[in-house]
Structure formats: structure tokens, C-alpha cells
């Protein structure tokens, strides 16, 4: 798959400039430099996997996006506009950029329908019936309609994240990061995951993964970003990544991913 010019259902966000944005990001904690002069710019209805080894500064670099981590240097923007620091601007931002976990942050004491309306109805103001209808269509978008009147602990694994996508798509963002979203299921629950995220790329949503799941990123990805040590040091379309990586660094993981 080549870059993608961005699709019609992103033809709300400004023109002109990039729906996500990052120019001369640093991050420490402490002593130590997580994120180093990281410049990215992602077109409304691409979808960006970033990959690389541990600790190479991959979920920073997703978590900034939200504010869920705060920068030192450099500007982060979303559709043109910088990212605001506090109150009701950086509410707004999180709600415009939906966030997928590791682990799922459902409400344990919620049903299902309760944790995808929740947002929609205290934050956005939408009634209470409006935000079920809604809720409802996306469960059913994801595989898990049935399960609505449940608690989380009554779902699996790969049934809670199913939910957990559908939650942030109930804000309707115009951009969604999904910070490993398979790392904490078992195999068998991998695919059905990976089938809704791929389903929401076809559908022209905006996206930054970070991921290991390799078969995902060669499929799905429109640019691969390959970082190490806290830098990217690739970004690539992901038949070039995968087939002929550039430096020593990137040459190095993919033998030991694609060939354990």
C-alpha cells in the first residue's frame, strides 16, 4: 500500500496542513531522554504503525499526542492547532483524539452500553437515548452488540478491547492512537482486534499504532515509522521497510522479530 492522499469522510479537517503534527519534540524523564528531535506530520486518513524495540520511546511518543505526557521542547498540533495545556481546550483535544490502552480502562461497575455512552453524554452533552442508539451501532460495528447489558469481567479479553475502540469512537475523533492494543491478549483474541482496526483504516480513519503485530503493519500501514533509542530513524512505505530497511538499527530488529 502507498501513502494515501486523505480520504473524503476527513474532509472536515482544515486544508493545508498535516491532522497531526510534531516539530522539534523532546521528552526527559529525569535523566533520561526519551524523545529526541522528533519531527512527524500524519495526513487525515493515513495510517502510521510505529515500530521499534523496547524502550525505544514508541508509547511516549503516542501518549504525547493526548497530553497523557507533557513535552519539554517543540510543538505538538492536531488539525493545525497547538495543543492546549489545561481545562476545557485540552478536554476538547482528548476528545477529538481517541485513545486505545494495553490494558482496556473500562469501568468495571459500568455495562458495556454505560462505558461507550458515558463520554458522550457528560462530555459532549448528548441525550442520554441519542448516545445509546449510537452506542449500540458501534458495538455491533465491532463485533460485540451483544454483549451490552454485560460487566467487563464478563467479556474476554479481546472482547473488552473491542469495546474500549468503540468507547472512543462514541466521541467521534479525528484521530485515533492505539498504544499496543494486542500486547495483552492472548493469541486467539489477537485477530479479532487486529480485524477491527483494520476495518476503521479501511473506513478512512486516522491512525497512529504502535504495535508488534508485523502482519498488521505490512498490510495495513500506509508509512511504518521505526524508532530507536528515542529518535526515528526510519519512515518508510511498509514494502520497503520490510524488504529493504535502510540502517543497521532497523535491519537488526526485523531479523530478530520476523525470524523468532
Not at 102 to 114: E, G, I, P, Y
Not at 241 to 259: E, M, N, V, Y
Amino acid at each position: 500500500m502507498t501513502q494515501t492522499t486523505p480520504h473524503p469522510e476527513e474532509a472536515g479537517s482544515r486544508a493545508g496542513h498535516p491532522l497531526v503534527q510534531l516539530t522539534g519534540v523532546q521528552k526527559h524523564f529525569g535523566d533520561l531522554h526519551v524523545l529526541k528531535d522528533i519531527e512527524l506530520e500524519v495526513a487525515a486518513g493515513e495510517v502510521v504503525v510505529v515500530l521499534g524495540p523496547s524502550g525505544s520511546g514508541k508509547s511516549t511518543l503516542c501518549r504525547t499526542i493526548n497530553r497523557l505526557e507533557t513535552i519539554d521542547e517543540g510543538e505538538i498540533r492536531v488539525d493545525g492547532e497547538l495543543l492546549p495545556t489545561s481545562g476545557a481546550g485540552l478536554a476538547k483535544l482528548r476528545s477529538e483524539v481517541g485513545m486505545v490502552f494495553q490494558s482496556f480502562n473500562l469501568f468495571a461497575h459500568k455495562t458495556v452500553l454505560q462505558n461507550i455512552t458515558v463520554a458522550p453524554i457528560k462530555v459532549k452533552g448528548i441525550p442520554r437515548r441519542d448516545a445509546e442508539v449510537t452506542g449500540m451501532e458501534l458495538l455491533e460495528r465491532v463485533g460485540v452488540a451483544d454483549q451490552a447489558d454485560k460487566l467487563p469481567a464478563q467479556l474476554s479479553g479481546g472482547q473488552q478491547q473491542r469495546v474500549a475502540i468503540a468507547r472512543s469512537l462514541a466521541m467521534s475523533p479525528k484521530v485515533m492512537l492505539f498504544d499496543e492494543p494486542t500486547s495483552a491478549l492472548d493469541p486467539e483474541m489477537i485477530s479479532e482486534v487486529i480485524e477491527v482496526m483494520t476495518g476503521l483504516a479501511k473506513d478512512g480513519m486516522t491512525m497512529i499504532v504502535v504495535t508488534h503485530e508485523m502482519g498488521f503493519a505490512r498490510r495495513t500501514a500506509d508509512r511504518v515509522v521505526f524508532m530507536d533509542s528515542g529518535r526515528i530513524v526510519e519512515v518508510r512505505p511498509p514494502e520497503e521497510f520490510f524488504s529493504s530497511p535502510q540502517t543497521d538499527r532497523a535491519k537488526d530488529f526485523l531479523g530478530k522479530i520476523l525470524h523468532n
